[in-house]
């Protein structure tokens, strides 16, 4: 199963913090997750217009106990509550799966991000492949600038800055690179 990914977080640096992610299946399940819990020092104005604003689940936090009792195989499973809420629930949803393949766009935050979310990555669900794969790369392969706008390309419009959305742009980029 490939699986498109996108993580909001608190800056371009070392000691960031997750914000949100967002993964959509290739059969369109999803799995989005805002997080109670980031580094709220780390925000600055240019977050909070356009990563904050761009959050939609915001009061909705539940008890972990709540959190793992929602069913993980819907096709619309969403979290606010803490990183380790958002971790239970996310291993729980990822089980469903036999085989993932994880693709992202300028995935070197993403990537570390999703390992964190699992304590390192020895501990990313055994389903999971180690190794992720770019869009970035595909668009350079297939002789296409990797600076285009993904949202262009991919002929969607909407919140930009907001992991799900990012996610569901990333998967509509490799399926037309995969079949143009």
Not at 116 to 143: E, M, Q, R
Request: charged share 25%.
């Amino acid at each position: 199963m490939k699986i498109f990914f996108d993580t909001e977080f608190t800056g371009l640096h070392k000691g960031t913090s997750l914000i949100s992610i967002g993964l959509v299946t290739e059969d369109n399940k999803t799995f989005y997750a805002e997080l109670t819990d980031y580094d709220k020092s780390q925000l600055n104005d240019w977050l909070i217009e356009n990563v904050i604003n761009n959050l939609f689940l915001k009061e909705k936090e539940r008890t972990i106990a709540e959190c793992l009792s929602a069913s993980i195989t819907d096709d619309v499973v969403e979290v606010y509550d803490n990183s380790e809420c958002v971790r239970e629930t996310l291993q729980l949803w990822l089980e469903q799966f036999e085989s993932i393949e994880m693709w992202s766009d300028c995935l070197a935050y993403d990537w570390v991000l999703f390992n964190d979310i699992f304590g390192h990555a020895f501990n990313i669900p055994s389903n999971v492949y180690y190794i992720p794969f770019d869009i970035c790369t595909l668009f350079k392969v297939k002789g296409i600038d990797p600076d285009i706008s993904r949202e262009g390309f991919a002929g969607i419009d909407g919140q930009k800055h907001n992991a799900l959305h990012d996610a569901k742009v990333i998967k509509a980029c490799y399926e037309k690179l995969m079949n143009p």
